[in-house]
Nanobody
Framework: QVQLVESGGGLVQAGGSLRLSCAAS????????MGWFRQAPGKERHFVSR????????YYADSVKGRFTISRDNAKNTVYLQMNSLKPEDTAVYYC??????????WGQGTQVTVSN
């Protein structure tokens, strides 16, 4: 089992920045890839970004490309999501996820991000 705990959410004005953190514990070696997803009210959960623990390979959804940056700290078993130039449409609950492959089997409880006009 892998436990994931997100932090760093909050309220920010449009154009501002936030950095989310996801701390992993437990059998972290079984988590090959770490990802961020988000779910806006009344909408489905969508992929945001992912990174692999070994070579740090990154991938982003088109909606956040150029504004969000994912990174990892292997020593701390922590993944970050730096979010810049935030827009009201980025408002959502952000979830951290992990898996031994690109199928995510472990999920955090989520952290709320609210971007005001």
């Amino acid at each position: 089992q892998v436990q994931l705990v997100e932090s760093g959410g909050g309220l920010v004005q449009a154009g501002g920045s936030l950095r989310l953190s996801c701390a992993a514990s437990g059998r972290t070696r079984s988590a090959y890839v770490m990802g961020w997803f988000r779910q806006a009210p009344g909408k489905e959960r969508h992929f945001v970004s992912r990174i692999t623990w070994d070579d740090g390979s990154e991938y982003y959804a088109d909606s956040v490309k150029g504004r969000f940056t994912i990174s990892r700290d292997n020593a701390k078993n922590t993944v970050y999501l730096q979010m810049n130039s935030l827009k009201p449409e980025d408002t959502a609950v952000y979830y951290c996820a992990a898996g031994p492959t690109y199928e995510y089997v472990y999920w955090g409880q989520g952290t709320q991000v609210t971007v005001s006009n």
